[in-house]
């Protein structure tokens, strides 16, 4: 996937928006027919993860902490992706120490460090999968617009900086279906982040009765600590690569270079050996993300900042995900 045009996130309308809008209609008619599709059960509940735009918006951090508090409450998780970059169709369970990036995708390599972890391109076969890992609950990262498996609870979040962006379906805008038709499609709404943006997505969810969830991604403390007034040279293959590049910033890193990749990007040699030259030429740390961290080479010298989701009311979370009828023992 190549890096996302800037006019998708302004709010105001572009020349380049208003030319593609019409093949975005077309899209979008036929993501809508497709999200209505009836998918298929499995005997046992799925959480879903997703989001209505194209790239990150936090979804990987969500579906970890809903793992996290599915355990808490006694469950069984297991997360099911589709391994977006992998090259495996799956079903397959992700091992970190036999599996890399080219093979499975990054975010299962983050997901498989907390719990089972299953990548398959047919997602009904992965959830079954996921049951006969063991699991008792599926926790799905992405795949709201996908109607082959039936989902039990489906959260969408959002980037609150940059909220829907042009509002636009791609390739007009980042959107993957019209809003109009995802709304009706999700249990609640997830904003990450400040911005006026996201402010008006949760007052639009309070406004259709959804519960609107507030959260923020916290920087890990220690990580944090080491590159508080360090110079560094940052690079990101994410969704939004300024935002990571902010978090630095907001946690006192002396950002002196950045480099954007689109997200997912499999960096070649020749561009990891650009970036160590420039990083030594000019005297500074090499940093990236943890989804970034698994593309590269293990012996390279790079330092990552972790972060995890926090949400303002994780009771109310908790509760959502003791609503689901089948969860045994909720």
Not at 181 to 187: G, M, S, V
Not at 196 to 211: K, T, V
Not at 300 to 320: G, I, M, S, Y
Request: hydrophobic residues 50%; contains cysteine; proline residues 8%.
């Amino acid at each position: 996937m190549r890096q996302a045009p800037g006019f998708w996130w302004r709010e105001t309308s572009s020349p380049a928006a208003r030319l593609l809008a019409p093949v975005g209609h077309v899209y979008g008619a036929l993501s809508a027919r497709r999200m209505a599709r009836t998918g298929t059960g499995v005997p046992a509940p799925v959480v879903c993860i997703g989001n209505f735009s194209l790239g990150g918006a936090g979804k990987t951090p969500t579906a970890l902490a809903v793992a996290g508090l599915l355990h808490d409450l006694g469950r069984r998780p297991a997360f099911l992706s589709r391994g977006y970059g992998g090259r495996l169709a799956g079903p397959v369970r992700v091992d970190p120490a036999r599996h890399g990036a080219a093979e499975v995708g990054d975010e299962p390599l983050l997901l498989a460090r907390a719990h089972p972890t299953i990548v398959a391109r047919d997602r009904v076969a992965g959830a079954r999968a996921c049951l006969t890992e063991g699991a008792d609950v599926v926790v799905m990262d992405d795949g709201l617009q996908n109607p082959g498996l039936a989902k039990d609870l489906s959260i969408a979040v959002f980037d609150g900086a940059v909220g829907l962006g042009n509002g636009r379906v791609f390739p007009a805008g980042p959107l993957r279906a019209p809003a109009a038709a995802q709304w009706p499609r999700i249990d609640a709404a997830l904003v990450i982040g400040g911005g006026a943006p996201g402010e008006r997505l949760l007052a639009e969810a309070r406004a259709r009765g959804l519960p609107a969830l507030r959260g923020r991604l916290v920087p890990d403390p220690a990580a944090a600590a080491a590159l508080a007034g360090r110079p560094v040279l940052a690079f990101a293959g994410i969704g939004r690569p300024q935002k990571f590049f902010a978090s630095l910033r907001d946690l006192g890193a002396d950002l002196r270079e950045t480099r954007a990749f689109p997200d997912h990007h499999a960096f070649t040699a020749a561009q990891i050996d650009a970036l160590v030259a420039e990083a030594a030429r000019t005297n500074l740390l090499l940093v990236t993300t943890e989804k970034d961290r698994v593309r590269l080479p293990g012996d390279l010298a790079v330092a990552t900042l972790p972060v995890v989701l926090a949400l303002d009311a994780p009771e109310a979370l908790a509760a959502l995900l003791r609503s689901i009828r089948g969860l045994p023992g909720l």
